[in-house]
C-alpha cells in the first residue's frame, strides 16, 4: 500500500482524562479527534485494544479478537439509559494523572453489570436486535471467548492450564455443560463486547469523518491464557496436556545477556499453511474492522523466531526457526488486497527480513532516539528514505527528556549538534527534524510534544507491573498546541489537503 505524506500521534484511549479513572469512549475520544483534525494531523496511532489480564498490558489480552471492557464509556450508557446517575453516585475518587487499575477494574466491572442486568429487564427492542445481530455477526470467536471468560471466572480467575481437566481438554460433554450452567455469564460476557464495539465502531466512524485514520496494532504472539489458545489448541506446539512444549523470546544481545523470555507459545506454522492461514486472516479482517491501518509487531518474527523451550527460564538456550515469510503475505495480500501495514522492523534485523519487508513494499519503522551514535545511523533523518514511518519514540521507549538525561554523553553532545538544539529545546527540535523529513509517515508520542519526563513514560520493557498508566491533563489540548502542529503539518506538507 502506498502511504501519502502525513503526520499523527500516538496515545492509546487508556491516556485520556474521564471520570471513571481511565481513558474511554466517552466525550473525550471525539475531543481527542477534533484536536488532532484541527491541528492538521490524518493519523492516530494506539495500542492494541483487547481485553487485558494480568499486568494490564495491551500485548497480553485474553483474546486477539475481542475488545477491552474498561474502554467502554459510562457517560455513553448513561445517555443510552442502561445507567442511571445513581448508578454513578458510588464513583470512587479516581486520581487524574495515571490509571490505579486495581481500583478502576472493580468500579467499570460493576458499572457494565449494572448497565448488563438494566438491559436484561428494561432494553428496547432496537438494542435488543443489535445485540442478537452483534452476536450472530461475531460467532466465530464470540461464543468461544464468552464461554472462556465465564469458565474462568467461575474458576476464580485462574489461567486455563489449571482448570478441571474436562474443561481445559475442551471435553464436548464439559463444554455442553458449562454452555448450560454458565449460560448468563456468558451473555454478560458477549453483551461487553457488544457495548465496546457499539462505541469503538462510533469514535472510528467519527475520525473517518474528520480525515483521520487510526493506526492499530496486531502482536505477532498471543497469550497462553487467552481464548484464542484454549479453542484453537491446534494451532499452537502444545502437549497433549494443552502446555507449551516451545515459547517466544529473543535471543542474548549486548542489551540483555539472557535473552529476553516472552513466554507466549509458538504457532504451528505447517498447520496454519493447511487452512490458507484461516486464523490470521480472520484476525486481520477482525482488526481491519477497527482500524485503517495495522503495526504488525515483533515483524522479523514471520521471517525467523527464537524458539526456548518452555522448561527454560530464561532465552539463552533456544534456536532460531523459519517463520511463514512471503507465502503468508502472499496469502494476506490476495485476501486483503494491497497491504495497509506498517513492519515493526526493530532490534537485531537480518537480510531475510529486509528482503521480506521490501518484497511487499511495507514501510519500516525509525526511532530518533536511537540514532545518535553517529552520523552513519540508519535511524539518523537525512538517512530515511521515503517509505518508513518515524518516531520520536514508542511506547516502550523514555520520553525524549527521559532518554536525553540518561543518555551517554558522546549520543547527548552529537545529539544536540545534529539538531542543533539545546536540552530544553530537545523534544520540539527532534519532532521538527522527524516533519522536515523525507519519510512519508512521522508520529511522535503525546508525551514528546508535551515535552514531558519520565513520569510521564508508558511502559518499561521487563518490569512487571507499574506500566500503561500514563493520562493526560484536561487542560493539554490548548488552543496554542494546536498552532504549533498545524505549523509543522503546514510547513513540511503533512497537512490534509482540502
Excluded at 543518555?407 to 545529539?415: D, G, H
Excluded at 512521522?442 to 510534544?449: E, S
Aim: hydrophobic share 40%; charged share 20%; proline share 6%.
Amino acid at each position: 500500500m502506498k502511504f501519502e505524506r502525513a503526520s499523527g500521534i500516538l496515545l492509546h484511549p487508556t491516556s485520556l482524562p474521564g471520570s471513571d479513572g481511565i481513558g474511554d469512549l466517552g466525550p473525550w475520544v471525539y475531543r481527542w479527534i477534533d484536536f488532532l483534525a484541527e491541528a492538521g494531523c490524518t493519523l492516530w496511532q494506539v495500542l492494541p485494544l483487547g481485553p487485558t489480564g494480568y499486568g494490564d498490558s495491551p500485548y497480553q489480552c485474553f483474546s486477539a479478537f475481542a475488545g477491552s471492557p474498561f474502554l467502554i464509556s459510562s457517560e455513553v450508557l448513561l445517555n443510552e439509559n442502561l445507567l442511571t446517575e445513581a448508578d454513578l453516585a458510588d464513583r470512587p475518587e479516581f486520581p487524574a494523572d495515571h490509571v490505579d487499575f486495581g481500583p478502576v477494574i472493580t468500579w467499570k466491572l460493576q458499572l457494565l453489570d449494572r448497565a448488563f442486568a438494566r438491559f436484561q429487564t428494561q432494553a428496547a427492542a432496537q438494542l435488543q436486535a443489535e445485540f442478537d445481530r452483534f452476536q450472530s455477526d461475531q460467532t466465530s470467536w464470540l461464543s468461544d471467548f464468552a464461554l472462556f471468560m465465564a469458565i474462568k471466572e467461575s474458576q476464580g480467575g485462574v489461567s486455563w492450564e489449571n482448570w478441571p481437566e474436562p474443561l481445559r481438554q475442551r471435553d464436548p460433554q464439559a463444554l455442553h455443560a458449562a454452555r448450560q450452567s454458565l449460560a448468563e455469564v456468558s451473555q454478560r460476557h458477549a453483551f461487553r463486547q457488544f457495548l465496546f464495539f457499539r462505541q469503538w465502531s462510533a469514535a472510528h466512524a467519527y475520525a473517518n469523518a474528520k480525515g483521520i485514520r487510526i493506526i492499530g496494532d496486531i502482536p505477532i504472539f498471543v497469550a497462553y491464557d487467552s481464548a484464542d489458545a484454549w479453542s484453537h489448541p491446534e494451532l499452537f506446539y502444545f502437549d497433549e496436556k494443552g502446555k507449551p512444549t516451545v515459547v517466544a523470546g529473543v535471543p542474548p544481545d549486548y542489551f540483555s545477556p539472557t535473552g529476553q523470555l516472552w513466554g507466549n507459545p509458538l504457532y504451528r506454522w505447517e498447520v496454519h499453511r493447511q487452512s490458507g492461514y484461516a486464523w490470521w486472516l480472520a484476525r486481520m479482517r477482525a482488526t481491519l474492522s477497527q482500524v485503517d491501518i495495522i503495526r504488525l509487531d515483533h515483524f522479523r518474527g514471520f521471517a525467523g523466531y527464537w524458539e526456548v523451550p518452555a522448561e527454560m527460564s530464561t532465552a539463552e538456550i533456544g534456536q532460531w526457526k523459519s517463520g511463514p515469510g512471503k507465502d503468508f503475505l502472499q496469502a494476506l495480500e490476495q485476501a486483503l488486497g494491497d497491504l495497509p501495514i506498517i513492519a515493526e522492523d526493530l532490534g537485531v534485523i537480518t537480510e531475510d527480513v529486509i528482503e521480506l519487508r521490501d518484497r511487499f513494499n511495507l514501510p519500516g519503522m525509525r526511532i530518533l532516539q536511537f540514532a545518535f551514535t553517529g552520523p552513519d545511523n540508519p535511524f539518523l533523518p537525512h538517512r530515511y528514505v521515503r517509505n518508513c514511518v518515524v518516531y520520536t519514540g514508542t511506547h516502550d521507549n523514555d520520553t525524549v527528556r527521559g532518554w536525553y538525561a540518561a543518555a551517554p554523553k558522546k549520543e547527548k553532545a552529537f545529539c544536540r549538534k545534529y539538531l542543533h538544539s539545546t536540552a530544553h529545546d530537545l523534544p520540539h527540535d527532534m519532532i521538527r527534524a522527524l516533519w522536515a523529513s523525507v519519510a512519508n509517515i512521522a508520529i511522535a508520542t503525546l508525551q514528546d510534544i508535551l515535552g514531558l519526563g519520565t513520569e510521564a513514560r508508558m511502559n518499561f520493557p521487563g518490569k512487571p507491573a507499574g506500566n500503561w498508566g500514563w493520562r493526560m491533563p484536561a487542560e493539554v489540548l490548548s488552543d496554542s498546541l494546536r498552532d504549533q502542529l498545524l505549523e509543522l503539518n503546514t510547513l513540511y506538507e503533512r497537512k490534509l489537503s482540502k
